[in-house]
């Protein structure tokens, strides 16, 4: 980067292995010792860390070493604070937080480190502010677009952290990514150039071997994630917020039916309870980045679900309740067929856009099939508390490759860490409401 052959990079480590020392602290100050004419401009999540980096680079660089390392960087007497320190040729670095303010202030560099807590990961509110104070503050103030560095370096929170924001919505950027535990094997070379030597370093590491094995070997690293948990495991240490297997749930307890074998057992009463399900989860805005609106149709029957179709759309209200409407009677004629007089229910949360949507449903179907639904528990609980129904069995895919199974396995497998969650919102509400009595869920 400094040589200009690449400008965007980001780097996802383990905490406590240096990334703030090495970036926050030394790069800048390796950066004004080759060039104090460059303007570098520091981001942390938190104000205190913000002063404690740049401390620890000032400080560096008023040692004698670096004094005799790098002879025409001196910092200037006139700008000095903690903050906000210049060079004598005019560079400097300049230290703010996450939504910082920064009028008037721009550089050649943007250095962010760790820009959301792991605690805040979860919060749409919170990582989405994150990821917009990039897009709407933070790039603007790069002196050069073209041939000004961005470094981002920080551990995995998130699908939708700034990393995943980044690799998904912008190109150019580099991306490494060093787990804590190798997943695959790993060849790294290192190409150190001073003067006109060259010379190359090279490391391999085998899956399952720890990043630094003398510090923390196997036994620690084991310790670290009973600690923290499989879910924060994968995010922080492995960065993987898709972890294999998934997070709260897990693939292998989905089991499968075969098409013409469910038609069969409808058509002949195998089942003593069959009710048609419709589960809606609203979204009604057709941004790219908004949510989708998703119905998932299923039967509910004394052995489980059994999940027909997920569909997705993105259409205003109007259209949404045409559409909708036009594919339960679909799937509905099409049981009729096999199960004369098959009772029904549509499930909504009576709650914001899905307000709107329910009242007219409403309108074309009777009070008694259309139910109403208000969530007590956020996202995460909501599905935790029907993980039961899935670790025992009792819900059922459609053998095969289906147009939806691919979307909808990543979304559930990858939730809370995932972009959107309207397909887990749907799924949870389907399974929590009029759960078969003759069902053990303890």
Known sequence: MLRGENNRLIINIPPRYMKSIICSVAWPAYVLGHCPQEAVVCVSYADEL???????????????????????????PSRREVM???????????????????????????VIDDPIKPADANSD??????????????????????????ILIMQRTHEQDLTGYLLESQAG???????????????????????????QFHYDRLPGEPLHPDREGLAEIERIKTSLGRMAFACQCQQDPLAPGGNIVKWEWFKHYRWEALQQ??????????????????????GK???????ICALRTDKGWYILDVKRWKLELPELVKTGYAYMEEKR??????????????????????????????????????????PVDDKETRLKNVTPALEAGRCFLPEGETAWMADFKH????????????????????????????????
């Not at 000032?58 to 002879?71: G, H, L």
């Not at 897009?135 to 041939?147: E, H, I, V």
């Not at 972009?419 to 389907?430: E, F, I, N, P, R």
Request: aromatic share 14%.
């Open 333 to 374: 004629a099409l049981f009729k067929r096999l199960r004369y007089g098959l009772s029904f229910k549509v499930l909504v949360e009576e709650a914001g856009c899905g307000i709107g949507f329910l009242q007219e449903i409403q309108r074309k179907y009777s009070h008694g099939s259309v139910r109403p639904v208000k």
């Open 411 to 442: 979304e559930v497998l990858g939730f809370p860490h995932t972009k959107h969650d309207d397909q887990v919102d749907a799924l949870s509400q389907l399974l929590e409401y009029w759960k078969p009595k003759t069902f053990d869920f303890i």
């Open 173 to 199: 950027f580099k991306h490494t990514a060093i787990p804590l535990l190798a997943r695959q094997a790993e060849h790294w070379v290192w190409i150190r150039r001073i003067g006109n030597i060259t010379r």
């Open 50 to 76: 913000a002063k404690k980096l740049a401390a620890d680079c000032r400080r560096v660089m008023e040692t004698p070493w670096y004094k005799r390392v790098f002879p025409w960087t001196r910092l200037a």
């Open 125 to 150: 509110l919170i990582r989405n502010k994150v990821n917009e104070w990039y897009g709407n503050t933070l790039y603007s103030r790069l002196n050069d677009k073209k041939n000004g560095k961005i």
């Open 289 to 295: 980045e908004n949510d989708y609106s998703v119905c």
């Open 265 to 286: 057992s409808v058509y002949s009463g195998e089942f003593s309870v069959l009710q048609m399900m419709f589960s809606w989860d609203l979204a009604i805005k057709r």
């Open 84 to 110: 906000d320190f210049e060079t004598t040729r005019g560079g400097g670095r300049y230290s703010t937080t996450v939504g910082g303010t920064l009028t008037g202030r721009g550089g050649n560099w943007l």
